[in-house]
Each structure stands twice: as structure tokens, then as C-alpha cells.
């Protein structure tokens, strides 16, 4: 599996250049794979991993834990409150912040954790997020509370092809400068030459680096 996945990283970032990319960094969405994919990810040079789920991230502390500081744990699916305790210590980033409870509970939890307030666009609705009007008093009330703010995360629609995704990419990058802030995650493994062209300074990928994702059990 490593060859494979160096290879494909190596496409992936060709695919990044020729959209005009030149600072972006490569999340290597891990879920729905086993620890042998964070391995091979790690040992292909990208070091940032992607988790949606408390529990399946949970499973594969063993890995995370031999590899110590040669991963970075990026915590990027929908997480209810009640789960933040069990990720203390193993989430390096949470960019999936997306509403006053959650915040409040990781400043409690883990205190100065770095964080991305995700931005639910018109274009993805039902795919999580605060909506667009409501994110800069959501970044202040972060802030507030000690955590370190980075910048802001969305997800693109999953119908309509790569260009439907473009104008709540281009909201998100325009709130990432309103606010001056530095990371702007969006765009994924169909839609990413879209999301590289409208600014974005990291994007997510798993079918790209690991082919397709077995079926979930």
C-alpha cells in the first residue's frame, strides 16, 4: 500500500501545482480505513491524518501512539460534545467546530486546543456547519474561551459536480481574509482544483490517496 499511496500523493500534489497551488496542505483522510493506512500515509511524507468518528479514531490509538510525533491527528467530522473527553491528548486540530456547546466543552476538556470554526454554506446544507453570518461572533466566542482559532473548514455539496461547490468555497475563503485568519480548509478529492483555485490552504482527501473506501461495518 505505500508505493500506491506515494505515488498518488505525488498526483495529488501535481493536481494541486497545476490548479495554482504552491502552500497546501494534503489532509489524509484515514476513516474508514485500517491503521495500515495512517502508516502508509505517515511513511509517504503526510504527516496530517483525518478522522470523522470519535470511536473508529479511538481503535486506532495503538498506530497514532507508535508513531508519536510523526502524525498530526485532524479531527474533521461532526462531534457531539460528549465525545471531546475521550479525544484529549489524541487530536491534534477540531475542525469541525460549529456551535457555542461544543466550543465551550473543548476549552473545558483540552484548554488552548487549536481549532477551525466550520462554515456551513447554501450549497452543502445538511453537511454540518455554522451558517456563514454567524461565524464571526462564533470565532470571537472561541477565542474568548482560550482556543486558538486557525480558521474556517466547509464541506462542498455532493451533487452538481465540482464547479457547485465554487461560490461557498469563494464565501469561505472571503471570510478566512474578513477575519485574518490563516487556514482555510475546503475541498476534497472530486473537487479539489476548485477549491485550490478559490483559496484553499488545505484540503481533504481519502479515494484519491486509498482508492475506494471499503464498506462501513
Do not use: W
Amino acid at each position: 500500500m505505500i508505493d500506491d499511496v506515494a505515488e498518488r500523493l505525488d498526483d495529488v500534489r501535481e493536481r494541486i501545482r497545476s490548479a495554482g497551488g504552491t502552500d497546501v496542505t494534503v489532509l489524509a483522510v484515514t476513516k474508514g480505513f485500517g491503521p495500515e493506512a495512517i502508516r502508509a500515509a505517515v511513511a509517504a511524507g503526510c504527516p496530517d491524518i483525518g478522522e470523522n468518528y470519535a470511536q473508529e479514531l479511538l481503535s486506532k490509538r495503538d498506530v497514532l501512539d507508535a508513531l508519536g510525533d510523526r502524525v498530526r491527528v485532524h479531527f474533521i467530522g461532526q462531534l457531539q460534545s460528549n465525545k471531546v473527553r475521550q479525544l484529549v491528548g489524541l487530536v491534534h486540530r477540531f475542525e469541525s467546530t460549529d456551535r457555542t456547546s461544543l466550543i465551550d466543552e473543548i476549552a473545558r476538556r483540552a484548554p488552548g486546543s487549536h481549532v477551525l470554526v466550520q462554515v456551513g454554506t447554501a450549497e452543502a446544507s445538511g453537511k454540518g456547519g455554522c451558517p456563514p453570518d454567524e461565524v464571526p461572533s462564533l470565532v470571537e466566542h472561541a477565542a474568548a474561551a482560550g482556543l486558538v482559532v486557525e480558521g474556517l473548514m466547509t464541506v462542498g455539496p455532493t451533487e452538481g459536480g465540482p464547479e457547485a461547490a465554487r461560490p461557498g468555497f469563494r464565501q469561505v475563503r472571503a471570510l478566512v481574509d474578513r477575519l485574518g485568519l490563516e487556514v482555510c480548509s475546503m475541498g476534497m478529492s472530486a473537487d479539489l482544483e476548485v477549491a485550490v483555485a478559490e483559496g484553499s490552504t488545505e484540503i481533504r482527501l481519502g479515494t484519491a490517496l486509498f482508492g475506494a473506501r471499503p464498506p462501513r461495518r
